[in-house]
């Protein structure tokens, strides 16, 4: 239908400028940022930065909330954030290396651990994934739905309300391709109740004001008592500066 057409290329032009793009991925650790904020991270100047969020507010990108004197802006939904992780995923790899100890830094942060909108990623995300299927906490064969056993662990192990899980939509996990491990990592209701309970409890931390996610010495611990792991398991998303 022409009309969808024209709708699809307005919005695949929209995002087809680099510091909208930018905007867009920082608003993927799921919380509500303010122009002026998105404005110091692009490096432009905040009328510049409000053009471009009208330009994503336009087209469904992005929702806008005001809350006293201050505008927040986040991802219109869990869908957007899906659809913006599903592209990064079907991307090759930047060939290019970061040109400062700085990029790189926030780089290799964000490989090893970081929030997918609503729920954990990277390294992190993908070992936890893994190990709960391992033990049969999910269903690799059914779209890695959550088992009986998983439940059990999500409410009695970690404490998760059981009510929360009742309320939540269906289905409760998805898996989610993870666009630098190539893996799979868990997505939907539960894997955000999940990430939540880990910072609640202090397992995990976010690191700065990014999308870093990195476990805690007391969660590195913690967890891997939780999953049945061996430490050793969870060394590749630990955070080499903090775990000294």
């Known amino acids: 239908m022409p009309t969808r057409a024209a709708a699809l290329a307005d919005w695949a032009a929209v995002l087809a400028d680099r510091t909208r793009a930018q ?29 471009h969020l009208h330009r994503l507010s336009g087209v469904g990108l992005i929702t806008e909330r005001r809350q006293g004197r201050h ?29 400062t100890l700085r990029a790189a830094t926030a780089d290799a942060a964000l490989a090893r651990g970081r929030t997918c909108y609503n729920h954990l990623a990277g390294r992190l995300g993908v070992t936890i994934t893994d190990a709960m299927t391992a033990r049969g906490l999910l269903d690799a064969d059914n779209a890695h739905a959550l088992t009986t ?56 931390t976010r690191s700065g004001t990014g999308r870093a996610i990195r476990l805690t010495p007391t969660g590195t611990t913690a967890l891997a008592e939780a999953l049945a792991l061996d ?12 775990h000294t």
């Open 23 to 51: 905007m867009c991925l920082a608003l993927l650790d799921g919380r509500a940022w303010t122009a002026g904020e998105l404005a110091r991270l692009t490096g432009v100047a905040p009328s510049t930065a409000t053009g």
């Open 71 to 99: 505008r927040y802006v986040e991802l219109a939904s869990p869908a957007i954030a899906q659809l913006l992780e599903s592209l990064l995923a079907e991307l090759d790899p930047v060939p290019t290396p970061p040109t």
């Open 149 to 204: 056993a998983g439940t059990t662990w999500l409410t009695a192990t970690l404490g998760v309300e059981e009510a929360a899980l009742t309320r939540a939509r269906r289905p409760l996990t998805r898996p989610c391709l993870d666009w630098t491990e190539r893996r799979t990592h868990l997505a939907g209701p539960a894997a955000t109740l999940l990430h939540r309970r880990l910072l609640t409890l202090g397992w995990t």
């Open 231 to 242: 430490p050793t398991a969870l060394a590749e998303t630990l955070d080499p500066s903090a």
